[in-house]
């Protein structure tokens, strides 16, 4: 990876996911504050980077706080030779080319059914297609999912190019958060419990 005057260099700990993720074969680990703080948006935001050395391409989640976490699958981890629990050097730069964002396949049939929706979904740049389906798939509720694949076409077929009315960083709405690591629950129980007054006036 070449460095440019906006690549991130910061050091991290590899985290496992709570019980509640029982069988998952992926870690995460969360972005320092001040690393955070330096990306273009508070939102997802992709990027080039290496850990430990290997490269890799990824997305940012947010963790609703202001800041970010980063999935690392097994091949990444076993790539760059690191368990949960060590502490890995990252390098991350913003994307010049942003990538194409999974498409549900939900998402799929809908717009293969719609001509007009297809035909402005495949004009509109991958940012605003990502948007979209962070929209759907943020909704944790399978019938809340559909509704939202149904009023995507729709506003498609309108002309309506951008997701709106949604918290994309999670800091006011409260609906996005970093996984919860093992034996830190209550932590996160505590985060959510300390959002600040001005984040749940907007919240609500």
Do not use: Y
């Not at 029982?22 to 850990?51: C, H, N, Y």
């Not at 694949?149 to 951008?162: F, N, W, Y």
């Not at 932590?187 to 749940?200: G, I, N, Q, Y």
Request: aromatic share 4%; net charge positive.
């Amino acid at each position: 990876m070449r460095r440019t005057d906006l690549t991130l260099c910061f050091t991290a700990k590899l985290l496992r996911p709570a019980a509640t993720e029982t069988g998952a074969s992926w870690t995460f680990l969360r972005l320092p504050k001040e690393a955070s703080a330096k990306l273009p948006t508070r939102s997802m935001t992709s990027v080039d980077g290496t850990l430990n050395g290997i490269v890799f391409q990824a997305t940012l989640e947010p963790d609703g706080q202001g800041g970010h976490w980063l999935k690392v699958d097994k091949t990444l981890r076993d790539a760059a030779g690191v368990k949960v629990g060590d502490v890995v050097e990252l390098e991350i730069a913003p994307v010049k080319v942003e990538p194409e964002p999974n498409v549900p396949p939900e998402l799929r049939r809908a717009l293969a059914a719609s001509a007009k929706a297809l035909a402005l979904w495949l004009d509109i740049t991958p940012v605003a297609r990502r948007d979209w389906v962070h929209w759907i798939t943020s909704a944790k509720q399978a019938e809340t999912r559909a509704r939202r694949i149904e009023v995507t076409c729709s506003k498609l077929e309108a002309g309506k190019r951008r997701a709106c009315c949604f918290d994309r960083s999670g800091m006011f709405s409260g609906g996005m958060s970093s996984p919860v690591a093992e034996g830190e629950a209550s932590d996160a129980t505590a985060r959510r419990r300390t959002r600040s007054p001005a984040k749940k006036a907007r919240a609500s």
